[in-house]
């Protein structure tokens, strides 16, 4: 992929890409042991409470379609 913006892009996409995400990028700066250990268990637990209200809301703003799919009920 190359360097740009992809308005449909999904979430799930951008993670799954080459590179790596903003918030890994962070962790670089706390300590590169640090990053390492987080990437490598990255998928190790659901996440807190936190991260899925900030990944919900991340799809409401950026995925509306895909948030209607994950977060509401069908009437």
């Not at 995400?21 to 996440?47: Q, W």
């Amino acid at each position: 992929m190359n360097p740009g913006f992809y308005p449909d892009l999904s979430n799930a996409d951008y993670h799954a890409g080459p590179g790596e995400s903003k918030s890994l990028l962070d962790l670089v700066r706390r300590s590169p042991v640090y990053y390492r250990a987080r990437k490598l268990s990255a998928n190790d637990n659901e996440g807190t409470e936190a991260q899925k209200t900030g990944t919900a809301f991340h799809m409401l703003l950026l995925e509306p379609a895909e948030f209607v799919k994950h977060y509401c009920l069908g009437l």
